[in-house]
């Protein structure tokens, strides 16, 4: 990304020392408008839902349910869905369970840098509400105050059924052209910054994480 | 090699873009098919054929992409050079004037410079990305590669004293007339060698340890996405399909038609799967050591059963 810093499309920084803005890109994300074909886009969207990688980061005890997924009983690569260590390749984000506010911070971290198109499922009943860490001091409560969700499962913890439900659920969504969290997050991004920095109170980062 | 004419050229390049894209595809439907064995023994169903030409569009289809600067942009771009220049002057099939593309005589060394030469780009682009974890799969990576390439060059060398020329083309028509013409059978030795470098470049285990997911994410690709991503996948696919024909070429008595070739091709490429099913993956020193201790040995002593018996 280009490194202008005088441009007004730019972020702050302002958690990061004099020394250290140098050191990161400091442009202001835009919202991606869909190809003006409508073909292209279909078909894009198509090619999307068929090869879902999911980001192999686990952030709480539900995301012990990804692994009966991926071996031989329910064998998710049937559906072109793959494991991928590493943000910038993959699509799929799923939150597997309680996020406390250390591990907040690193998921912002890998969903900025993850590229676009991008979908996260949040999976359990503690990030969509708390579950039974509801009054923890250190975990949040309601995920989709920080980042865009496109698909709740709910359960304590939810079977791999539940889950691979909604990763066809998902699918059908991409298929349809609907889920564009990613732009959602783009849009409000000032929102979800100031819900972001009012948990996360030593932010150290770039404001967005290229 | 000299052309009678423009268009005789511009045929031929014609030529080379049919072959690269049968190479590829069926480079792709290779590796879906090596997926869908290795989920087998796992138990599994497996990806289905299509998913690898999902997935290139896929990635290429990624609506954003960051750089990392010029290198990085021109990693993937080598990477692809490198597999392309390869195939360019591999003779695919015998005998066929359309399908022998720019080889000629010393096509052998340029195919072993081009081998090399992506694997630089790659390292340079990869580097410039500034990720950590593809620093160490770099090293990694070259590190294995310079000790594998030594029994490969040794076989090389050996089946180039052998026939005593340095064109591919003459090799593959050295070994015609029957199974008992193949260099798997009249050098043995420096065959093995090969085979044995062979497994080191087919990166599946016990020789996977530069992609390793599990500890440094992919390896060298670690930072490359969106479109960058889609050129390493059309890459991967090309260049091993090329390599597997490389081997066949030289060491299985080449092939004359689309269908031997695709016959000869999976049954060397099941060589690496076989032994990467029942291996665990060694240690970077461990594999390095490995390639140094008996292939190069096997290497050295082919030169000799060459000099000694075949001569
Ligand atoms: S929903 Fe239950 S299983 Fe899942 S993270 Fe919360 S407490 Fe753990």
Redesign the interface.
Known sequence: ?SKDRSSKNTMENSGLSADEQLLF?NARPEP?KPYSIKAVED??NW??A??LWILAFGTGCCSIELRPLM??RF?I??F?IA????P??S?VFIIGGYVSVKTLKRIIRSYEQM???KFIIALGSCPANGGMYFDSYNTINQFDLYLPVDMYVTGCMPRPEALLAAIMELKEDIKAGNCDG?NRYVENLDWYKANQKKVIKNWDMPDYN? | MIYASMSEWFGRVGYFGLTLLIVTVYGLLVGALI?RII?KV???????YS?PF??I???F???????HGIMFYLGPVFRIAGGIGTLAFIPVIYGSEMFSNFSMAGDLFLVIYFMFFGQLGMALGAGESGHPYSAIGIARGLSQMTAYEVPFALAVISIVIQYDTLSITEIVAAQQGGWQNWTVITNWVATLAAMLAFLGMTGYSPFDIFLA??EI??GP??????AY?SFLQINRALFGATKLVLFMNLFFGGATGWVELMIKTLLIYMVAIVVGVAFPRFRVDQGIRFFFKIPTLIGIMSIVYVQMVLA
Not at chain 1, 83 to 86: E, F, H, N
Not at chain 2, 61 to 67: D, E, G, I, N
Not at chain 2, 221 to 226: A, D, R
Request: hydrophobic residues 30%.
């Open positions: 990304m890109c991606y078909f894009a090619a999307r068929n090869s071996t031989a064998d690569s049937r072109g494991g991928r260590p590493t910038r390749q699509s590229q676009g198109p990613a290229w | 997926e989920a796992q138990g599994r169903v497996g990806i289905p998913q999902i997935n569009a896929k990635t289809f990624k609506r954003t992409a960051v750089s997911p599990q994410p992919i690709p670690t930072e490359f996405h969106s991503l």
